[in-house]
T-cell receptor
Framework: AQKITQTQPGMFVQEKEAVTLDCTYD???????LFWYKQPSSGEMIFLIY??????QNATEGRYSLNFQKARKSANLVISASQLGDSAMYFC?????????????FGGGTRVLVKP | ETGVTQTPRHLVMGMTNKKSLKCEQH?????MYWYKQSAKKPLELMFV???????ENNSVPSRFSPECPNSSHLFLHLHTLQPEDSALYLC??????????????FGSGTRLTVV
């Protein structure tokens, strides 16, 4: 079974609008971390935002916020006021505890294209 | 500049060639990783090194041979590759392998084409 599922292979969004990227995860660990990365066409994976499993508040970093719904095992990324430079692949990832090997496991990604 | 530097950025090699990918980080991290990113596939973890010791080999074919001489440098030696090995190879580092709060810092990758 996939540990991280991103159901949207691609999305268009109008410049200055908000966009929500879906991510669901599967783990039996109580302690885990959820991450979002951005990958522009240059290939580099850029860290955007982190949410710990014990964090009660949703994480925010500038225009990025993470809608964390623990009971539903979802960690959706919201990008507000989209910019042309936001066009990229976006990956959701999870890092489980030591019992699961502490590896960072990635979803299949969502390609976002921001239209002017 | 991400703090993790990978060279070369692009590499084209024949199936009988031997080449090496290099990764370097000066972030003080003690864990380093190799990932493979193929078209239309999720990122695949290949190898994990913690304090220079290999702690994971994710069933990677022996034509890929990693080397970690110290905590700051990681190599991936390539020989007799196949066309299906063409992919983006990403190196990453992290502060440790025992705490889930730490994400990874990635390099820009080496785009490998096997002809």
């Amino acid at each position: 079974a996939q540990k991280i599922t991103q159901t949207q292979p691609g999305m268009f969004v109008q410049e200055k609008e908000a966009v929500t990227l879906d991510c669901t995860y599967d783990t039996s660990d109580q302690s885990y971390g959820l991450f979002w990365y951005k990958q522009p066409s240059s290939g580099e994976m850029i860290f955007l935002i982190y949410q710990g499993s014990y964090d009660e508040q949703n994480a925010t970093e500038g225009r990025y916020s993470l809608n964390f719904q623990k009971a539903r095992k979802s960690a959706n990324l919201v990008i507000s006021a989209s910019q042309l430079g936001d066009s990229a692949m976006y990956f959701c990832a999870m890092r489980e505890g030591w019992a699961a090997g502490n590896k960072l496991t990635f979803g299949g990604g969502t390609r976002v294209l921001v239209k002017p | 500049e991400t703090g993790v530097t990978q060279t070369p950025r692009h590499l084209v090699m024949g199936m009988t060639n031997k080449k090496s990918l290099k990764c370097e980080q000066h972030l003080g991290h003690n864990a380093m990783y190799w990932y493979k990113q193929s078209a239309k596939k999720p990122l695949e973890l290949m190898f994990v090194y913690n304090f220079k010791e290999q702690t994971e080999n994710n069933s990677v074919p022996s034509r890929f041979s990693p080397e970690c001489p110290n905590s700051s440098h990681l190599f991936l030696h390539l020989h007799t590759l196949q066309p299906e090995d063409s992919a983006l190879y990403l190196c990453a580092s992290s502060q440790g392998t025992t705490d889930s709060i730490y994400g990874y810092t990635f390099g820009s990758g080496t785009r490998l084409t096997v002809v």
